[in-house]
């Protein structure tokens, strides 16, 4: 038999306990990534953390909700044709539920056919087929690790370039991160270059990253790791899954906070102790 009356947007149970990708949120982001990566359908979207407070999640407005079938799924003539053939293209608006932010993110991405598990009247679980969708990009983009406050601009800057790429392309947004450690490594004051003969020869990442001084040393093994992903990032397009960039992200925001925000700490509480003792801490 063949299902060819398919319609789309099949009706769901209520979404009940919202999944949410944020485990954790007093001092960094933990992510989920399963909850990131897994299609959506439009009954049980996740709820991804607003780009611009923090606090609030994304609701999807309904009413700016537009899909439709691509070209290449359209004709279902075919004798063996199912609804997991469909593929959509979608996009629309989505609104912080946080009433001091409201902000708006617009969303775009690709979409298919996919059996869906639900909970009939009786309580037995049924199979449906479902819409899902899996957005390919979001902007403002998602944050998808908090960056600490001290954290140089040159910085924060390539990695929220990756936030703006990570969906839809993990390979360039590897590089992105890739090029994010480059600028921390400036920022370090670890020289890009030397000069031979009145001339620039510029040192690879992988040497700029052994001239390291041993402070960082600790460090060294995790900003290599980066590095290696970002090389098969920049090479070699499609060798790059979701999950490596989000080991990468991990690597990175550990890096960050041990270089940054650790010092913050550090000197936050040597401040204290001088202030307490009006004058130089023993
Ligand atoms: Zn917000």
Request: proline share 6%.
């Amino acid at each position: 038999m063949h299902l060819t009356g398919y319609s789309g947007l099949r009706p769901l149970p209520p979404a009940g306990d919202a999944e949410r990708y944020v485990l954790c949120f007093s001092r960094y982001v933990v992510v989920d990534r399963k909850i990131l990566k897994r299609p959506f359908t439009l009954e049980r979207p996740p709820d991804w953390i607003c780009p611009e407070c923090s606090i609030g999640v994304l609701r999807i407005d309904s009413q700016t909700f537009h899909h439709q079938e691509r070209a290449e799924s359209r004709d279902h003539s075919h004798d063996a044709w199912e609804p997991d053939w469909i593929r959509y293209s979608f996009c629309c608006m989505a609104r912080c539920t946080n009433d001091k932010c409201t902000e708006t993110v617009s969303l775009s991405g690709s979409g298919s056919v996919d059996w869906s598990v639900y909970e009939n009247e009786r309580g037995h679980l049924e199979e449906i087929y479902a819409d899902h969708f899996s957005p390919k990009y979001f902007e403002p983009p998602l944050k998808i690790i908090a960056l600490p406050e001290e954290c140089p601009d040159s910085v924060s800057e390539q990695v929220v370039e990756s936030f703006r790429l990570v969906f839809a392309s993990p390979s360039a947004a590897a590089n992105s991160i890739r090029v994010a450690v480059e600028q921390l490594l400036t920022e370090l004051k670890i020289k890009r270059f030397n000069v031979v003969n009145g001339k620039r020869r510029y040192i690879s990442l992988h040497q700029r990253i052994d001239l390291l001084p041993s402070k960082y040393s600790e460090l060294k093994d995790i900003i290599l790791a980066i590095k290696w992903l970002g090389n098969t990032g920049s090479h070699s397009r499609g060798a790059i899954t979701f999950d490596d960039v989000m080991d990468a992200y991990e690597f990175l925001e550990h890096i960050l906070v041990e270089i940054y925000a650790q010092k913050s700490k550090k000197l936050k509480a040597r401040a204290k102790t001088v202030n307490k003792k009006k004058g130089p801490a023993k």
